[in-house]
């Protein structure tokens, strides 16, 4: 049986397709799965990291960092991300605590900023990325939570405020009922709904309307795929931990 987290990660592989010679970055178990899947498939010039200060040819186990294996091949100090932010040499999967119809994300502190009922992990590298390449979101628990009329403090630049942002580019959603997209309009819309999964669902865990015109099923992974993810990307199945196999 193919579980709804190796949909996940085969969507989240998707996003890289045909990116290039870029670094990826990814935040959450089921897109590092991604990457690397789109690394050994779709993408083999993706450059990868640990995560910490060493790019990778052969990642490390899950979780891990050069430390604990892989084969580094080169070192970039925490000041050279900056620059390939900035030259746009990066492509990004954040996550969201909140994400609005435009794509503004906040991580940062949820309530009222002066007094906030639950603070976060402040706005992090989201304003950067937004504005410099390339950014993706993976929501791990699609609910009306997360998916909000407005989003209490704007970390990740929405299309609504991006009029001057030349190399703003906001991607897909990946969420664990749907892949997302935007539409001419700069408006969240599902591209696709994941086996098991209706459009219904994912209105109904949304807390602003969604177009679903031409909303397609997710692809399963191929038999390749499967097995990567399986046998040589996460043979300890960490990936139900982030997205549990339902019965």
Known sequence: MITRAEVCATACADAWQGAGEILAHAVGVVPTIGVRLARLTTSPELVLSDGEAYLMSEPPPLGGTAADGGVAEGW???????????SGRRQSMMGASQLDRYGNQNISAVGNWRKPTRQLIGVRGAPGNTANHRT????????????????????????????????????????????????????????????????????????????????????????????????????????????????
């Open 76 to 86: 970039v100090p925490f000041r050279r991300i900056f620059d390939l932010v900035e």
């Open 136 to 247: 993706d979101y993976w929501v791990p628990r699609h609910s009306p939570k997360v998916f909000v009329e407005r989003v209490d403090v704007v970390c990740g630049v929405g299309n609504d405020r991006a009029s001057k942002l030349t190399f703003h580019h906001l991607g897909v959603v990946v969420t664990d009922l749907a892949v997302l997209d935007y539409g001419d309009d700069g408006r969240l819309r599902i591209r696709s709904v994941h086996p098991g999964v209706t459009v219904d669902d994912v209105r109904a865990a949304t807390g602003f309307p969604l177009d679903a015109t031409g909303v397609t099923a997710t692809r399963e992974p191929d038999p390749t795929e499967l097995r990567l993810i399986r046998e040589e990307i996460d043979p300890r199945g960490l990936r139900n931990r982030e997205v549990p196999v339902t019965p």
